[in-house]
């Protein structure tokens, strides 16, 4: 079993004639096409992706813009899974971290909720005056944020839309954050519990603001000379970077250098002062060893970081998904097989152990040869349109589990230490740093098999 990092896009016509889009998963190392996921027009914030495992295959939810229809794929076959009918065409969707969940933004400013193994409509209500633009759950689930054309910023806890005994009544958000004066484009969420995380917001009005879920408080406002349209944060949450339609992605460190009474050189974090912090971006002396903005040429219509921290994927709107190394910035490679098709979405993955064509028969996960049957795919029922009160009551979850497994087979010793370490040790070192190791190994050996034979 090797650790093996994919990007996973969803294109979207430019014109009629360009025919339908996919979801398409390329590796990252030689750009190569390992798995396509057909009949998909899905825009942006409209493709949502949970992650196969070792005990359960994964899925990808598409929605489509001209019709109440959300597409529903999963890693095994290359064709639609199901498709379901929605109650009206959304904006935007998001699932949690555990893929429990599935949330809908429309047009008209509404927010529903559903389970997605059992297809209940938990809650559905007027959440903005306008249309949602963006919506994320935090990475415990725990809550929702919705970003809209009314520039406002809501913070939804999840536990109180789930609550039996407030259905009657209008949800009321635990935070609602308005400082932006104009339509929110992007939300990105930190890590840590919703109560400890902060979040990041783009807005037509030319700011990105950072945010402190425990308070509700602005800690910091970023001010470009673009509109923002996307945004990506590392893992770490040390820098992000903020595209802008014309083309130009900058970079943000959230720390900067300075100089102790020691004169030593240390770090310190960035920002934090409240509505009255604000740092302009671009401004700065721009040196080559400074410069901090990317000119991609064209539109950018997606944009993530890698799973390593390695690559910034960039995809425009003519097709083309730009690699650059993270810390240089310098362009690595480009995948241009989408040309005439926008990117839509664009992320990174492990290689799912259950990928139709790449289906890895090593896997211990049963004693049958069938993968299907070894890893079954996580359930998704079909959702329904209107709340009913006896079905979630009743509240029917279907699950699938692994086929019978030998009772004397230690599951920690299906993958040992050693041979984990190896992997990652793979999975997280450039092609270049690894042949070179290895001519090292082995011009050492060499060198004391001569000294041996002396």
């Not at 639609?80 to 065409?89: G, M, S």
Request: charged fraction near 20%.
């Amino acid at each position: 079993m090797r650790l093996q990092e994919l990007v996973l896009c969803s294109t979207a016509p430019n014109s009629s004639e360009s025919g339908a889009g996919a979801v398409v998963l390329h590796d990252i190392q030689n750009t190569a096409n390992l798995g396509s996921f057909k009949q998909t027009n899905a825009r942006n914030h409209c493709t949502a992706v949970y992650e196969s495992t070792n005990s359960q295959g994964g899925f990808i939810l598409a929605a489509q813009p001209d019709k109440p229809i959300l597409n529903v794929y999963n890693f095994q076959k290359d064709q639609i899974a199901l498709k379901i009918v929605l109650p009206e065409k959304l904006t935007c969707i998001a699932i949690d971290r555990k893929g429990d969940y599935c949330a809908g933004g429309t047009s008209q400013g509404r927010i529903y909720l559903w389970e997605i193994s059992s297809g209940i409509l938990f809650n559905s209500w007027d959440a903005h005056y306008r249309g949602v633009n963006a919506l994320n759950f935090t990475n415990d689930g725990t809550a929702l944020i919705s970003g809209s054309e009314d520039s406002s910023v809501n913070v939804w806890l999840v536990a109180r839309l789930l609550d039996n005994d407030g259905q009657s009544d209008l949800p009321i958000p635990h935070f609602t954050l308005s400082d932006h004066t104009l339509p929110i484009t992007d939300i990105k969420c930190g890590v840590g519990a919703s109560l400890t995380c902060r979040l990041l917001t783009a807005s037509v009005d030319h700011s990105v603001k950072l945010w402190d879920l425990a308070s509700g408080t602005l800690l910091t406002t970023f001010q470009f000379p673009q509109v923002i349209t996307h945004l990506a944060w590392d893992a770490t949450e040390r820098l992000f970077f903020a595209a802008s339609p014309d083309g130009s992605i900058h970079r943000v460190n959230l720390f900067r250098q300075r100089k102790n009474d020691a004169g030593e050189l240390i770090h310190e974090a960035l920002g934090g002062g409240g509505t009255s912090d604000i740092i302009r971006v671009g401004e700065e002396d721009q040196t080559p060893q400074t410069r901090r903005l990317i000119q991609v040429g064209e539109t950018v219509s997606a944009m993530a970081i890698s799973l390593t921290s390695t690559f910034l994927l960039v995809g425009t709107s003519s097709g083309m998904i730009h690699l650059y190394d993270l810390t240089s910035h310098q362009l690595l490679r480009t995948i241009s097989t989408h040309k005439g098709f926008s990117i839509s979405y664009l992320t990174s993955i492990l290689k799912p152990p259950d990928l139709i064509g790449h289906i890895s028969l090593d896997l211990k996960v049963g004693s049958l040869s069938d993968a299907k049957d070894a890893l079954p795919a996580k359930p998704v029922q079909p959702f329904q349109r209107m709340k009913d009160a006896k079905t979630r009551e009743a509240h029917e979850v279907y699950m699938l589990f692994h086929a019978k497994r030998d009772p004397y087979q230690d599951d920690a010793t299906e993958y040992s230490q050693a041979e984990f370490l190896r992997d990652y040790a793979s999975f997280v070192s450039p092609p270049r740093v690894r042949t070179v190791v290895f001519r090292c190994l082995a011009s050492s050996r060499l060198q004391r098999r001569t000294v041996s034979r002396n």
